[in-house]
């Protein structure tokens, strides 16, 4: 079991930068590969990013694609959400999420195949 606690959100202004970390407890972070959701306000949640468990691997939905890389430091325990010149469509809550049972490099990319998660961590982009 892991958990997962995010951190780094907050309120920042449209063009800026902002970066989101998800720390892991346990010693098997390496095992899992993660993912990066987000919830607006009355929207159903979405994946924004995912990462296999090297790094070797991501996935981006269209929104966030060229503008929001995601990144891993497994000697860390802590997935990153780099953030940079965020949109005011881009305010919600962010997720992260770990996934135990996808393969090496693969990423998965569906809500229903992550088996934790943080708390969330809220994200306001003012224009």
């Known amino acids: 079991q892991v958990q997962l606690v995010e951190s780094g959100g907050g309120l920042v202004q449209a063009g800026g930068s902002l970066r989101l970390s998800c720390a892991a407890s346990?010693?098997?972070?390496?095992?899992?590969?993660m993912g990066w959701f987000r919830q607006a306000p009355g929207k159903e949640r979405e994946v924004a990013a995912g990462?296999?468990?090297?790094?070797?691997?991501?996935y981006y939905a269209d929104f966030v694609k060229g503008r929001v890389p995601i990144s891993r430091e497994n000697a860390k325990n802590t997935v990153y959400l780099h953030m940079n010149s965020p949109k005011p469509e881009d305010t919600a809550v962010y997720f992260c999420?770990?996934?135990?049972?996808?393969?090496?490099?693969?990423?998965?990319?569906?809500?229903?195949?992550?088996?934790?998660w943080g708390q969330g961590t809220q994200v306001t982009v003012s224009s």
């Open positions: 999420a770990a996934d135990s049972t996808v393969s090496a490099i693969a990423v998965a990319t569906m809500e229903r195949n992550y088996d934790y």
């Open positions: 346990g010693r098997t972070f390496r095992r899992y590969a």
């Open positions: 990462i296999s468990r090297s790094g070797g691997s991501t």
